[in-house]
């Protein structure tokens, strides 16, 4: 194995402050909204059991991951974990206190944090192109913008409202992962117009590590827990 750095000092630095705003603007929407505050608690653990339910039965299929066991258990857990999150997330919705505002407010918390997560690591991490770095910064703050501005929205919103704000994040979260994937790419000098670079994104964000050899080939390691 050809050795490298695990991870540059600039990301671990960018982690920090990203970890450190995360904790104190939690801590602000958890006094702001007080539902979302009892809800959240439950919400996004079901969120990253549904995520992860995702991963489970994309890497089970991974031809990289031949070397794990029984992949039908993998992919049928992996089932069971979506299953029961979207179950349990279907019937707290379906509770008379949660209105359309709570889920909102639910969505753009973690939205902005995602905002936020993208102009800091602009900023801070320099190996990444300064053309990405600029780009990202930009929709980090479009991001933030959006998410301030449903949470700024009436107590009880009108259905065409909430159906705004959803595709307001919907959309914002397809261009966030586009411009975080040509940002992380960039460190190696792929571009996302090929989609099998694309692919590559995913094995940077998943638990694969990525470097470059003395002859300029990309090397894939997997990190052994």
Request: hydrophobic share 55%.
């Amino acid at each position: 194995m050809v050795p490298y750095h695990l991870v540059n000092k600039d990301k671990i630095r960018a982690d920090t402050y990203i970890l450190g705003i995360l904790v104190i603007f939690y801590l602000i929407f958890v006094l702001t909204f007080k539902i979302e505050a009892i809800f959240n608690i439950i919400v996004y653990p079901l969120v990253a059991l549904s995520i992860q339910g995702f991963l489970k039965i994309i890497s089970s299929l991974n031809k990289r991951n031949r070397e794990r066991g029984n992949k039908f258990n993998q992919i049928l857990l992996g089932i069971i974990y979506i299953f029961f999150s979207l179950w349990f997330l279907g019937y707290l919705i379906s509770f008379p206190n949660i209105t359309s505002k709570t889920l909102i407010n639910l969505i753009a918390f973690p939205m902005v944090i995602v905002g936020i997560a993208g102009i800091i690591k602009s900023i801070i991490i320099k190996i990444y192109s300064l053309k990405y770095r600029i780009i990202n910064s930009i929709i980090g703050g479009i991001t933030i913008g959006i998410c301030m501005m449903a949470f700024t929205s009436p107590i009880i919103l009108p259905t065409s409202i909430f159906l705004f704000h959803i595709i307001a994040f919907s959309i914002v979260l397809i261009i966030n992962v586009l411009g975080r994937a040509a940002l992380y790419l960039s460190e190696f000098g792929l571009s996302l117009v090929s989609i099998r670079n694309f692919k590559v994104f995913f094995y940077i964000i998943s638990d694969y590590l990525l470097q470059v050899d003395s002859n300029g080939n990309l090397i894939l390691d997997k990190i052994k827990y």
